[in-house]
């Protein structure tokens, strides 16, 4: 399995709602992120998980709330989300670099997000 | 800071044209070089890689050499398809202990008429 697979594929939400995006890989990956794009922009980071353990939060806002139940597994709790949240959400993995030389990721095909 | 820089779009080719899209970076130490590729809908798919100078990349009829003296990948195909139109994202890595940061190029969007 090579994949990153991504659920729902879009979603819209209230902004008074409680949704959850999630996040599987079954590639052995130790590395998990959380990235946002918005039409026609590069990906930004939000969150990268090593080895299940929060590593980096780019200062994102605190409605949104990641979680990694276990190595397979990348969570994305959204609460009280603005119009302005609305973009594609991309989950990713890697292995672990050990260090050394860093040979990418494998992207999900993402969540489509609109808050209304 | 390590940035990259890529050709604004979009480039509008017809089928069976050459394609260029040009890429350099900043970067203190040797990053990796990558080269992404988003079809419309859909997430970014890994489409080449080089990990040190004068690697070169290749995939699906894409290349790119990694050009350490230029500070440059930029990104080839010798005929392109109306199916290659899609975003293509110039990025470079920075690794930590364990896991590694792309830095995004701004993007550049192809599109490719019959």
């Known amino acids: 399995d090579t994949e990153v697979t991504q659920t729902p594929k879009h979603l819209v939400m209230g902004m008074t709602n409680k949704k959850s995006l999630k996040c599987e890989q079954h590639m052995g990956h130790r590395a998990m992120y959380w990235y946002k794009q918005k039409a026609k922009k590069p990906p930004e980071l939000m969150f990268v998980?090593?080895?299940?353990?929060?590593?980096i939060n780019e200062s994102v806002p605190s409605r949104f709330s990641p979680e990694c139940p276990n190595s397979s597994l990348l969570n994305l709790h959204l609460h009280a989300l603005q119009p302005e949240d609305s973009a594609l959400y991309l989950c990713a993995s890697s292995q672990d670099t050990g260090g050394r030389k860093f040979y990418g990721y494998t992207f999900g095909s993402g969540t489509r997000l609109t808050v209304v | 800071g390590d940035s990259v820089t890529q050709m604004e779009g979009p480039v509008t080719l017809s089928e069976e044209a050459f394609l260029t899209i040009n890429c350099t970076y900043t970067?203190?130490?040797?990053?990796?070089l990558f080269w992404y590729v988003q079809y419309p809908g859909e997430g970014l798919q890994l489409l080449l890689k080089?990990?040190?100078?004068?690697d070169k990349g290749s995939n699906k009829g894409f290349e790119a050499t990694y050009r350490k003296e230029t500070t440059s990948f930029h990104l080839e195909k010798g005929s392109v398809q109306v199916s290659d139109s899609a975003v293509y994202f110039c990025a470079l890595s920075v690794a930590t202990d364990s896991w590694g940061k792309l830095q995004f190029g701004a993007g550049t969007q192809v599109v490719v008429t019959p």
């Open positions: 970067a203190t130490g040797y990053p990796s």
């Open positions: 080089a990990t040190k100078a004068d």
């Open positions: 998980y090593s080895y299940e353990k929060l590593s």
